[in-house]
Structures are given as C-alpha cells and as structure tokens.
C-alpha cells in the first residue's frame, strides 16, 4: 500500500543485509554446486539446497556469524567493538550475557585475521615488523 510508514529494526537491517550476500548467484559452501533451489527461510534469512550434495545452507554458513544468535544486536556490537569497549560493558549496553559478547569478540576478529593478501602490488612502505616469537623457557 503506498504512503504506508514501516519501522525499520536492526534485526531487520541485518537480515536483509544477509540476503543480499547470496542474492545474486549463490553457491553451495559444501560443494561449490551451483545448481542451488530456494528451501524457504529460517528467521528472516533465506535458505538454500544444492541439487548436487543436498546439503541446505544460507548466507551464514561457512562464515564467522554462522550460528551465532542474537542477530538484532549484531550491528549495535559492531559499534561497541569498534570504540574498543570492554567485554563486559558491551554485554550491558547490549543486553546480552558477557560470554555472548566474548564468543562474538573471537568470531568477528577471527575473520580479519584469516583473510591475509597473498601478494602487493605497487610501492610499499613498512615503518615496523613484528615477529611472533617466544623466549620462554
């Protein structure tokens, strides 16, 4: 109905911000199938079946959010790990338990970490280098 007002959630944001991850070709993160059918939605979130392994998944699966509840708070972490709150009072401004707050900490660093360029391309410049090491012992 035109002229209708809609409120918008984060939980709304988020979900549709997941549905646009695999909109336009997804592909089975099992077998990298594409012959893939719509298999109707799990809170909000379209799902997926490969013909080939049969196997169902949506745009999460495979990736640091897969499994993770809370989704109407994920954006709002967002924020509170970029201005580097603690744990704990992430969890209390976001009304979540604090070792929610700490797995979602772990998932969402994770993901930077393991996406590493194999190579540079251009001029780069390096002011410091840090090796992991131990002396221990």
Not at 15 to 39: E, F
Not at 58 to 82: D, F, I
Request: glycine share 8%; hydrophobic share 35%.
């Amino acid at each position: 109905m035109v002229g209708t007002l809609t409120q918008t959630t984060a939980l709304d944001e988020v979900v549709s911000t997941v549905n646009a991850r695999v909109a336009d070709a997804p592909r089975c993160p099992h077998c990298q199938g594409d012959a893939i059918q719509k298999w109707g939605q799990s809170q909000g979130i379209q799902r997926f079946r490969c013909k080939g392994c049969r196997k169902t998944f949506n745009a999460l699966t495979g990736t640091p959010l897969a499994r993770l509840h809370h989704r109407e708070a994920w954006s709002a972490y967002g924020e509170a790990l970029r201005d580097g709150l603690s744990v704990r009072k992430a969890a209390e401004k976001r009304g979540v338990h604090y070792t929610t707050t700490f797995r979602w900490r772990h998932r969402w660093l994770a993901a930077p970490r393991d996406q590493k360029d194999a190579t540079f391309t251009g001029i780069v410049e390096a002011d410091e280098t840090f090796f992991l090491e131990s002396h221990k012992g």
